[in-house]
Antibody, heavy 118, light 107 residues
Framework: EVQLVESGGVVIQPGGSLRLSCAAS????????MYWVRQAPGRGLEWVSL????????YYADSVKGRFTISRDNRKNSLYLQMSNLRAEDTALYYC???????????WGQGTLVTVSS | DIQMTQSPSTLSASVGDRVTITCRAS??????LAWYQQKPGKAPKLLIY???TLQTGVPSRFSGIGSGTEFTLTISSLQPEDLATYHC?????????FGGGTKVDIK
């Protein structure tokens, strides 16, 4: 059974930094592209970033480019999102999701909540 | 960026009704469209990919059709457990983009 478990969400002040983690199990992690998607309270889904199976290719939404960095550790079956210079508009539930070629998301975690507030 | 526009934003229907949700892309995305169902307080779940292919385990009352810029998700006979928000997503280009969602209420 595929499982994705996010962690690391907290309440943090504007300008702060934070790393989210996603622990994956139930599939061959290093075969798949992985994604972060976020959902602000009461809003729709926003794609944040993706990383290829080997970490060689990464893509970011314009809203986070230059502030967020996606990475993965295939030895640990883990996905990460390093977030810096956080803004109030980054407040959201952050989901980790497994990619299915060529680009839809077939499994999602339950999310971890990041609140940016002074 | 490709803009995805869903309509309506909310709808209310009775059990047994046929429900249709539309998703329009701002440019041609071929058939590279997925639909997700998000029940209240839960993570999204994949329903359909490649515009019309039903994910394993999804009830056959769900169907999708379309190509190019216009797509529809149909629930042939609405059930109480279909109360949810439905999202479309294109994967033709980067950045991947989602529609704004359609909330389905049961009358």
């Amino acid at each position: 059974e595929v499982q994705l478990v996010e962690s690391g969400g907290v309440v943090i002040q504007p300008g702060g930094s934070l790393r989210l983690s996603c622990a994956a199990s139930g599939f061959t992690f290093d075969d798949y592209t992985m994604y972060w998607v976020r959902q602000a309270p009461g809003r729709g889904l926003e794609w944040v970033s993706l990383i290829s199976w080997d970490g060689a290719n990464t893509y970011y939404a314009d809203s986070v480019k230059g502030r967020f960095t996606i990475s993965r550790d295939n030895r640990k079956n883990s996905l990460y999102l390093q977030m810096s210079n956080l803004r109030a508009e980054d407040t959201a539930l952050y989901y980790c999701a497994k990619g299915a070629p060529p680009g839809y998301l077939d499994y999602w975690g339950q999310g971890t909540l990041v609140t940016v507030s002074s | 960026d490709i803009q995805m526009t869903q309509s309506p934003s909310t709808l209310s229907a009775s059990v047994g009704d046929r429900v249709t949700i539309t998703c329009r892309a701002s440019q041609n995305i071929n058939i590279w469209l997925a639909w997700y169902q998000q029940k209240p307080g839960k993570a999204p779940k994949l329903l359909i990919y490649k515009a019309s292919t039903l994910q394993t385990g999804v009830p056959s009352r769900f169907s999708g059709i379309g190509s190019g810029t216009e797509f529809t998700l149909t629930i042939s006979s609405l059930q109480p457990e279909d109360l949810a928000t439905y999202h479309c997503q294109q994967y033709h280009n980067y950045p991947r983009t989602f529609g704004g969602g359609t909330k389905v209420d049961i009358k």
